[in-house]
């Protein structure tokens, strides 16, 4: 069945550090993988995505690697802000009609 | 600001009681998603509708039904609330039907006593 887990349940890094948010999934039939920010109080934002046939995605401080290999998925923040602080879900998208979001890890930057 | 508004943004209801949560899409947004996020859980997919049509299903009581309305708004009708229905209720919205980036509203939090 479908499912899509994080390795770990928080991460805390010192401000101006690189950070790294991993997550394992299992469909590997999912076209798209994802990765959305909530932040306190606030609905889930989103970041970036990667297409299924690619395995390296880059944005605005932000890289999302693939290995499908291992079915992994990787965010990487460079320079991490405390504006940064939030929790981080990893999703995927099948078919496009529905996105199914992990568990979550909980992202926090020390200064 | 998303640009897609949740109405209300908290509730408080008591078990067995029926409520509506409504949810207005970003501007030009046919395709409306609602997920449903317990304390500390992740998010569960609801149902997803596209310019008044469902598309998808996902894990959804069937307690609770939805609907969108040809002006593309939504609404989530939760009926016999039990206490477990206490969550954090979201809706989203994105252009098109196989978007992968939606706009999340700012959530209602239901809370049945």
């Known amino acids: 069945g479908e499912s899509v887990g994080l390795h770990l349940p928080t991460l805390s890094v010192q401000e101006g550090d690189n950070s790294i948010i991993n997550c394992a999934y299992s469909?590997?039939?999912?076209?798209?993988f994802i990765w959305y920010k909530q932040e306190s109080g606030k609905g889930p934002q989103f970041i970036i995505d990667?297409?299924?046939?690619?395995d390296k995605r880059q944005g605005q401080r932000v890289t999302v690697l693939l290995n499908k290999t291992v079915k992994h998925l990787s965010l990487q923040i460079a320079a991490t802000q405390p504006g940064d602080s939030a929790v981080y879900f990893c999703?995927?998208?099948?078919?496009?009609?529905?996105?199914?979001f992990g568990a979550g890890t909980r992202l926090f930057v020390k200064a | 600001d998303s640009g897609v508004t949740q109405t209300p943004k908290h509730l408080i209801t008591a078990t067995g009681q029926r409520v509506t949560l409504r949810c207005s899409p970003r501007?030009?947004?046919?395709?409306v998603y609602w997920y449903q996020q317990s304390l500390d859980q992740g998010l569960q997919f609801l149902i997803q509708?596209?310019?008044?049509?469902?598309?998808a299903k996902g894990n959804i009581l069937e307690r609770f039904s939805a609907q969108q309305f040809p002006d593309l708004h939504s609404e989530l009708n939760l009926s016999s609330l039990e206490l477990g229905d206490s969550a954090l209720y979201f809706c989203?919205?994105?252009?098109?039907?196989?978007?992968?980036?939606?706009?999340f509203g700012q959530g209602t939090r239901l809370t049945v006593v």
């Open positions: 989203a919205s994105s252009v098109d039907q196989g978007d992968t980036e939606a706009f």
């Open positions: 469909n590997s039939a999912s076209d798209y």
């Open positions: 990667i297409r299924s046939n690619m």
């Open positions: 999703a995927e998208n099948t078919g496009g009609f529905k996105t199914i």
């Open positions: 501007s030009g947004d046919l395709s």
């Open positions: 509708y596209y310019n008044g049509e469902e598309r």
